[in-house]
Nanobody, 125 residues
């Protein structure tokens, strides 16, 4: 059974930093590209970042480029999202996702095969 478990969310102030983690089990982690998405109240789930299987390629939404960094440790079956200079508009539930076969639409929810349950990030002004 595949499980993706996010952790590291919480309540922070604008300008703070935080690192999210997502640990996978039940799959061959190094075979999957990994992504982070987020969903704010009343909004659709949106792409945040993606990292290739080996970690040599990364992609970001324009809204987080330069502030967020995605990375992975295949030995630990874990993907990270380092978030700096946080803003109130970053408030959302953050989800990690695993993608086995790249279909060409990495910014879309439908690209990904497995999802975690999410972790809440709240950024106060």
């Amino acid at each position: 059974q595949v499980q993706l478990v996010e952790s590291g969310g919480g309540l922070v102030q604008a300008g703070d930093s935080l690192r999210l983690s997502c640990t996978a089990s039940g799959l061959t982690f190094s075979s999957y590209s990994m992504g982070w998405f987020r969903q704010a109240p009343g909004k659709e789930r949106e792409f945040v970042a993606r990292i290739s299987r080996t970690g040599d390629s990364t992609y970001y939404a324009d809204s987080v480029k330069g502030r967020f960094t995605i990375s992975r440790d295949n030995a630990k079956n874990t993907v990270y999202l380092q978030m700096n200079s946080l803003k109130p508009e970053d408030t959302a539930v953050y989800y990690c996702a695993a993608d086995l076969y790249f279909r060409g639409y990495y910014r879309l929810v439908s690209e990904y095969d497995y999802w975690g349950q999410g972790t809440q990030l709240t950024v106060s002004p």
